[in-house]
């Protein structure tokens, strides 16, 4: 959508690692709502078991009561008509399906359309009092959510002034979401990077290519994976939670490919999430739409120290059993089953013309959660995996005597429960958010990065660097 898009991305380059039922989880939406749930989300029906906060506006008609939502989901086009909607104001939170759930940052109207623009809410400050759990979720049946063209996968255009947000905003502007797709494929475009996603029959991943006539970079970075299965506790009490615990089993291992080359170009980095939701609806827990969703993110920062060269590389490990964390009673520790093994080693398959050092670094995240809303404010029980990929090829002298290859791989996990964005995206959406008059809201605060307990864990971390000689220093990681 025109006036949405990204300010510019840092080009220096960084090579531093910086109820207890059995369901299956998937199948979509259906009954009442039909395709409308299918695409926009399921309703809430919350049980007697569930107390909401007080500041909670539930919409009627669930995904029947939504036009439209924008690409960057800040926007939910309702029916003014819908059961509560009038009801809806600058600081409620708006809760229509399990996709749309939000924290009411302004509103206006447009014919008989409600236009709500909304931030991410934390999933106690949706639930106040609520137990939910089940085990052995079967993820083989997933439904790809396409974010379409998101202002925070592209580049910013030159900064303008936008004015009231409610012409950005009309029914048939471009930035809108396109109905989701069955059969864990989708295609997407990030940063100049055209994006191939992938899950989850042995695993989830993304296939990647950028050329902008000076760097060509083309890979795969896959988490892998067989049959999975899901197991989730969360109990609420009073607005806190209480209990946590998230476990994936499958059989994790991390694969990575990669070509690429300078030619007169110029190195970058960014890093951005990928803009396709994978998600496996739950149903109703406790009359409260969950889902298991997963989600990806990206960084790739070249380091190509000559004007040309080209570097290419594979290598696949076995990694753990099982991912997964617990926190209970002030307790809190990752779950993860380690068993790393070399299957291909990345160092061996290192080749390439070097004309100088040939540097890159590839992040690939991958989170797991249990909650509620959509891409960039998915809230829940989450558990996150970022592999770190870092290889050179060359010498710094470029000494045909000496010539080094270089690897480092680091493995991980993020933990916890509420929602994290990355801080350049955040960055963005507050930037085009301040840029907006309100309509009824006297501001447009800004949204947070964070929120909720989160912790980290280190999974894996090696380097190797052959030959072992002082000129060839350390690989990146």
Avoid at 162 to 178: E, N, Y
Wanted: aromatic share 8%.
């Amino acid at each position: 959508m025109p006036g949405r898009r990204l300010l510019a991305a840092a080009v220096a380059v960084l090579l531093a690692l910086t109820g207890c039922d059995s369901l299956r989880a998937g199948g979509g939406a259906a009954g009442a709502g039909g395709e409308a749930d299918l695409r926009y989300g399921a309703a809430p029906a919350p049980g007697p078991d569930v107390t909401l906060q007080p500041d909670v506006v539930i919409v009627g008609g669930g995904g029947r009561s939504v036009r439209s939502v924008s690409a960057d989901g800040l926007t939910w086009r309702l029916d003014a008509a819908a059961r509560n909607a009038d009801r809806l104001a600058p600081g409620k939170v708006m809760f229509v399906t399990g996709r749309g759930v939000g924290r009411v940052l302004d509103l206006a109207e447009s014919g008989g359309d409600l236009l709500v623009t909304i931030g991410p809410v934390d999933i106690t400050e949706v639930v106040r009092d609520g137990s939910f759990a089940s085990r052995d979720l079967t993820l083989d049946d997933p439904v790809v959510y396409p974010a379409g063209e998101p202002s925070w996968a592209e580049e910013p255009p030159p900064q303008r002034t936008l004015g009231r947000s409610r012409p950005l905003l009309a029914p048939s502007a471009p930035g809108t979401q396109p109905a989701p797709q069955r059969g864990g494929r989708g295609d997407a475009r990030a940063h100049g990077y055209q994006l191939y996603t992938t899950c989850c029959t042995d695993g989830v991943g993304a296939h990647f290519a950028y050329d902008d006539g000076g760097v060509r970079l083309v890979g795969t970075v896959t988490l892998t994976f067989a049959r999975p299965n899901a197991s989730f506790h969360l109990d609420i009490g009073g607005g806190t939670v209480t209990r946590a615990e998230l476990e994936i089993t499958g059989g994790f291992g991390i694969k990575v490919d990669f070509e690429g080359g300078i030619s007169d170009g110029r190195n970058h980095k960014k890093v951005f999430p990928v803009p396709v939701d994978i998600s496996f609806p739950i149903g109703l827990a406790a009359g409260i739409p969950l889902s298991f969703t997963v989600t990806q993110t990206l960084e790739v920062a070249t380091a190509f120290g000559a004007r040309s060269g080209t570097v290419k590389g594979s290598g696949e490990y076995a990694l753990a059993g099982k991912l997964g964390f617990g926190w209970a009673n002030g307790s809190v520790g990752p779950r993860v089953d380690r068993s790393f093994q070399r299957r291909s080693s990345l160092l061996n398959s290192l080749t390439g013309v070097p004309v100088g050092v040939m540097g890159l670094v590839i992040r690939h995240g991958v989170r797991f959660t249990v909650g509620i809303s959509a891409f960039l404010f998915t809230a829940g029980v989450y558990f996150e995996l970022t592999t770190s990929y870092g290889a050179t090829l060359g010498s710094a002298l470029g000494a045909p005597y000496a010539l080094c290859r270089g690897v480092g791989i680091g493995v991980r996990a993020t933990f916890g429960v509420g929602y994290r964005i990355l801080e350049p995206v955040v960055q963005v959406i507050n930037k085009f958010l301040s840029l907006l008059s309100p309509s009824r809201a006297p501001a447009i605060p800004p949204v947070a990065a964070t929120a909720g307990p989160s912790w980290h864990s280190d999974v894996y971390r090696n380097e190797e660097v052959v030959p072992s000689v002082p000129i060839c220093g350390h690989a990146p990681r």
